[in-house]
Structure formats: structure tokens, C-alpha cells
């Protein structure tokens, strides 16, 4: 089976193109596995299929390295919306993408050779009711700021979903924040029945914030599209940032553009690379 590996900031996916060459009768959540492994398999944080869509012009399925199947993917929709415009399944720089979380559109950005080289993402609105994050709670209230412990050690959550989950923290170095011991146990508490992605944001200042992600499924990463925009959206709520104004995200894969506007969408604007192609031996697994 003919794979690409894709990565947005060092958020790198095995893309599977099924709109010519389907897979049969497989189980894609070991298959997700499998390829993940680094000693077994390729090396990614997870895996992309690209499929034919009803709704929209295509659809994709993400799984994460555990072989959860992920609603939502923003880095994921950057690399799919290059590869399918570089190879000229669409013509139209601005096309849909359905996900398990709905169905965003992209905007495609050139450079000189006309290959896709940046991506804007309308990353649709996000979700604050604790119901729909979904977090224990009064399914009627959001998650700003609150105080919750997990090993003793008080943190203040504000919780966003963006067709997936993401617990946010205000800290005041992300380097520092000791985020691969506590990530793991916030995304697997009591409090988040489907589990959740932990961000840690430090506000550099009203344009400019520094992000780190530990992601439900996949562990520490470079960078998280869904996540950036999850942090953009929960500094406006702590009113650190102000709405409808582009926010620079810097993560340890590079910078994204997120801009929450005044009519309640998440725009995310960054790059997509590829890293290589191949095949991947369906009968030796
Ligand atoms: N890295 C992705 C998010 C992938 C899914 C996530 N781990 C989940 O399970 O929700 C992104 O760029 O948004």
C-alpha cells in the first residue's frame, strides 16, 4: 500500500491515499499502531486516511499512535489539503475536508514551483460547554480557569473543544513545565470520560503566545493544530488576548497564525512539508 509521510511543525502523520486504492478488511487501529512504532513500523504520531466524502468534497480518519480513532485533526488538514491540491485531486485552491468532527474548509497559498506551501484552515466554532468537551460537571457551564488537582498539585484548567479536547494551562515557562509527567495523568483523569490533549500556554503578549502539547493518543509532539487553536481560544476567555486579532503560536515544530473572529470561528494558518514516500508491506504485519 503506496503512503505518504506528512508533517505539519513536526506533527508527522503516514497519510493513506483510498480514493484510488482502498485498503481491504483492515483494522486500522492496530494498523495505527503498527506503522507509529518506530522500531516496527515507519515512526509518526499517527495515521491519515483519505477517503471519498458525501458531505464534502473529501473526507479523512486520524488515528492517533495508540490507534485511538481522533474527531478532529488541524496540522492533519494541512498536509492532506497539500497532498490532494499537489496532485491535482482538486483544482480549486479552496476546497472542504469532512472530519469525524464536521467539515472544514482550506485555503491553499503557492509558491513559485505551484506546490502548496501554506494552508488556512477554518477550523469551524469552538465547544465550551463542559458537556460537549465532554468534562464531568454541569454540562451547561464552560471550564475557565478552574482549580482541579491531580497529584496533589492544584492546576487551573480551561477546557475547549475543537471537534476534539483540550485542557489548557497558563504557565509561566513552557520549557520548564514539567508537562511529560503530569500530561498523562490529566489526559487519563476521572474528570474526561474520552480522555483529553493537555496544553500548557505562557502569554508572551496580546499577539503572541508559547505552546506545548502532550495529545490524548499520541504523547509529548511538536505541535498541535487543533491544540493552538484550543490555547488562542482559551487566552481570549482569561482575556489575555483580545478576539479577532491574528495571534503568532509558537510551538517546538514552528509558528501557526490562529485568529478567532467575531463570528465565532477559529482560523489557522501555517505550513505542511512532506518527508517522504513509500509502500508499506501489508503482509508482513
Ligand atoms: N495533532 C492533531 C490532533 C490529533 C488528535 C488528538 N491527539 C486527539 O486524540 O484528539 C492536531 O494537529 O490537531
Not at 4 to 26: C, S
Not at 30 to 57: E, H, P, R, T
Amino acid at each position: 500500500m503506496l503512503f505518504t509521510k506528512m508533517h505539519g511543525l513536526g506533527n508527522a502523520y503516514v497519510i493513506f491515499n483510498q480514493l484510488d486504492d482502498e485498503f481491504e478488511n483492515q483494522e486500522f487501529h492496530q494498523l495505527a499502531k503498527n506503522i507509529s512504532d518506530v522500531n516496527i513500523g515507519i515512526g509518526s504520531d499517527g495515521i491519515i486516511l483519505i477517503c471519498s466524502s458525501k458531505v464534502a468534497d473529501f473526507q479523512i480518519r486520524i488515528f492517533n499512535k495508540d490507534g485511538s480513532e481522533a474527531k478532529n485533526c488541524g496540522n492533519g488538514m494541512r498536509c492532506v489539503a497539500k497532498f490532494l491540491f499537489d496532485h491535482m485531486y482538486v483544482t480549486s485552491p479552496r476546497f472542504t475536508i469532512e472530519t469525524l468532527g464536521g467539515v472544514g474548509s482550506v485555503d491553499v497559498e503557492v509558491d513559485h514551483k505551484q506546490m502548496v506551501k501554506y494552508v488556512t484552515v477554518d477550523m469551524g466554532a469552538p465547544k465550551l460547554l463542559k458537556g460537549m468537551i465532554p468534562m464531568i460537571g454541569d454540562p451547561f457551564i464552560a471550564t475557565i480557569n478552574e482549580p482541579h488537582s491531580f497529584d496533589e498539585v492544584t492546576y487551573n484548567l480551561t477546557c475547549v473543544s475543537m471537534g476534539n479536547p483540550h485542557a489548557i494551562m497558563f504557565v509561566d515557562d513552557v520549557k520548564q513545565f514539567p508537562l511529560e509527567n503530569i500530561g498523562p495523568t490529566i489526559e487519563r483523569s476521572v474528570l474526561f470520560p474520552e480522555r483529553v490533549n493537555v496544553g500548557i500556554v505562557c502569554v508572551k503578549n496580546r499577539q503572541e503566545i508559547d505552546y506545548r502539547v502532550w495529545e490524548r493518543g499520541s504523547g509529548m509532539t511538536m505541535a498541535c493544530g487543533t491544540g493552538a487553536c484550543a490555547a488562542v481560544v482559551a487566552a481570549t476567555l482569561n482575556e489575555f488576548i483580545d478576539k479577532n486579532k491574528p495571534v503568532t503560536v509558537h510551538l517546538p515544530g514552528g509558528d501557526l497564525t490562529v485568529r478567532w473572529d467575531e463570528s465565532g470561528t477559529v482560523w489557522k494558518r501555517g505550513e505542511a512539508t512532506y518527508i517522504c514516500h513509500g509502500e508499506w508491506e501489508m503482509d508482513t504485519k
